[in-house]
C-alpha cells in the first residue's frame, strides 16, 4: 500500500510541475503584455501630444500671419496716430503739407508720380435730368443699387506690410470715384478693388487727383478699371437741404476686420470681399470749409474706412463723398462731414469719365 501511494503521489507531482510552469508562463505572460499595453499607450499619447502641438503651432503660425496682415489695417492712410488738433477736436484725416494748406515738395512729387497722362478725352458728361422730382427708392431696393455701385479700394503702400483701405463708387462702367487720400502712398500707383457685386479683386489705374488732400480741402481721386465693368454705377446729384435723409455707404475698417470673407481676401482668395456697411441719418448742415469747399454735416456713422464712399438721398444720388470726421473728445461727441457733389463735379468736368446729373429735388411722388 505505501508503494501505491507513492507511486500516486508521483503521478500527481508530474502533473502538478506542468501546470504551475504554465500558469507561471501565463502570469508573465501577462505582465509582459501588460507593460507592452502601457508602453503602447505612452507612445500614442507621446504621438498625440505631438500632433497637438504641431496643430497648435500652425495654428498659432496661422494666427500670427492673420494678426500681421489685419495689422496694416490698423495704419491706413488716414491714420488715427497721426491726429490734428483745432480748437480741442480731433481731425481726420490729418492734415498734409504745410500749415497754411500748401502742398510739400514731397506731395508734389508724389503727385506729379501719381498722375498719369491724360487719356483721350470721351464724351462730355450727359446734360442734367429735370423735372418735377425724382420718387424717393424703397429701402431693399436703394441698398440694392448701393451694392452694385460701391466698392472697397485697397492701396497697397510703399511700406511692407502695410495696405491703405477706403470706398468708392462707380459713376460709369469703368471709372470709379474715392478720396486722394485713400490713394496716397500707393505703391507704384498699384490700386484694387473688390465688392461681392464686382465677383472678384480687379486692377485699377489713377486717371486723376486733386491737387491736395488736406482737410477741408477738394480731395477726390478718379480710378480707372484695368478689367471688367461696373455692375451698377450711381448718378450724381446736388440737391440737398437741412434735415434731408440721408444713407452713407462703404467699408469701415473696424467693421470689416472681422468680416470673414475679409479674412479670406487677405488670405489670398481674390473672389472673396466684405459686406458693404451702410448707415442712414440726416443732413445737419450744410456749409463752407475754410478752404472754401463746400460739405455736408450730416448724422450718418461714418468711421475710417468710409472715406470716399457715396452719401446718397433717398433716391439713390450722390450728394456727397464721405471725407474725415471731427472728434470732440471732451464731448465726446463724432462729426461726420461729406464733400458736396458740387467741388466733384468741377473736378469731374475735364477727366474722361461720363457720369449722368440728376439735380431734380427727392419728393414723393
Known sequence: MAESGTAESKKRRAWLLPIVALALLAGVGLLAYDAWQRWRADRLLEATEKEKVAVLAKEVARGQRLRQELASLKDPVCRPDERLMLDGQVILPPRKGGADGSTTAKQSEHRQSATPPKPKKEPAPAAPAVGAGAGPMSKPALAELLERATALVLAPQQQAGRLGTGSGFFIDAKHLVTNRHVIEGARDGSIM?????????????????????????????????????????????????????????????????????????????????????????????????????????????????????????????????????????????????????????????????????????????
Do not use: M
Open 193 to 365: 478693388v473688390t465688392s461681392r457685386a464686382l465677383g472678384r479683386l480687379h486692377r485699377a489705374s489713377i486717371v486723376a487727383v486733386t491737387r491736395s488732400s488736406n482737410t477741408g480741402s477738394d480731395d477726390f481721386a478718379l480710378l480707372r478699371l484695368a478689367t471688367g465693368d461696373a455692375p451698377g454705377t450711381l448718378a450724381l446729384g446736388d440737391s440737398v437741404s437741412k434735415l434731408s435723409p440721408i444713407v452713407a455707404a462703404g467699408f469701415p475698417g473696424a467693421v470689416i476686420r472681422g468680416d470673414p470673407s475679409f479674412r479670406r481676401l487677405l488670405g489670398g482668395d481674390i473672389a472673396a470681399a466684405p459686406d458693404l456697411n451702410v448707415t442712414s441719418g440726416a443732413v445737419q448742415s450744410l456749409r463752407d470749409s475754410g478752404a472754401g469747399v463746400p460739405l455736408i454735416v450730416h448724422t450718418a456713422s461714418v468711421i475710417q474706412g468710409n472715406s470716399g464712399g457715396p452719401l446718397v438721398d433717398e433716391c439713390g444720388r450722390v450728394v456727397g463723398v464721405n471725407t474725415f470726421i471731427s472728434v470732440d473728445q471732451k464731448q465726446s461727441a463724432r462729426i461726420s462731414y461729406s464733400l458736396r457733389t458740387s467741388s466733384l463735379q468741377r473736378f469731374l468736368a475735364n477727366q474722361p469719365a461720363r457720369f449722368i446729373r440728376d439735380e431734380r429735388a427727392c419728393t414723393p411722388s
